[in-house]
């Protein structure tokens, strides 16, 4: 006689999920993944600052709301500087008005000559070619390329040169915080 048994199905189970990257929201998979902040997987590429787009490391590595900053955009916008609604500047007097407008002619003239006889309007000293770098038609020492805000140094193609007068050179992310206008390269 034959017996028949009856057959007992394995329970099916999902797969189950990896775990998904905080900054773009994809699968992070083991073989790809680099704990960041709060011991969540990132992928590597994904560790940068939200703002300026630099690598972080985890001397730099700041975190709030699941995305990541660097040590100043996290100090520009999470602790601000000035705790009070208005700056006073006390009462400005002519001869504080013409000393500042001395000061501004001679920021100009400075310029002027950087362009003339190529020298740095930062340093003042002559730009030889070799140390050259270009901004606007105006010639800086490469050492001395830094945005006045965040005094990052860069090689130039991030670099942009303020309006009016006496231009100063911004990164292109403060240039954009400060006049706010954005720019793409």
Request: include cysteine; hydrophobic fraction near 30%; glycine fraction near 4%.
């Amino acid at each position: 006689m034959i017996k028949y048994t009856k057959r007992t199905k394995m329970p099916w189970s999902p797969p189950v999920s990896t775990p998904k990257c905080p900054a773009c929201k994809k699968s992070v998979y083991p073989a790809e993944h680099v704990m960041a902040a709060d011991r969540k997987p990132y992928h590597k590429s994904c560790v940068k600052c939200i703002e300026c787009n630099i690598p972080l490391n985890p001397r730099t590595l700041n975190e709030h709301d699941e995305e990541l900053f660097c040590n100043v955009c996290y100090a520009n916008l999470f602790n601000p500087q000035v705790f009070t609604i208005g700056k006073y500047t006390g009462i400005v007097t002519p001869e504080d008005i013409a000393r500042q407008k001395e000061k501004e002619r001679l920021e100009k003239e400075k310029m002027e000559r950087a362009l003339k006889d190529k020298h740095c309007p930062n340093c003042g000293n002559k730009v030889y070619p070799e140390q050259a770098i270009e901004i606007s038609e105006v010639v800086f020492h490469r050492i001395c390329v830094k945005c006045i805000e965040c005094h990052r140094v860069f090689e130039g193609k991030d670099m942009i040169l303020s309006p009016g007068e006496t231009p100063k050179a911004y990164c292109k992310f403060c240039f954009a915080k400060e006049f706010g206008i954005s720019l793409r390269s």
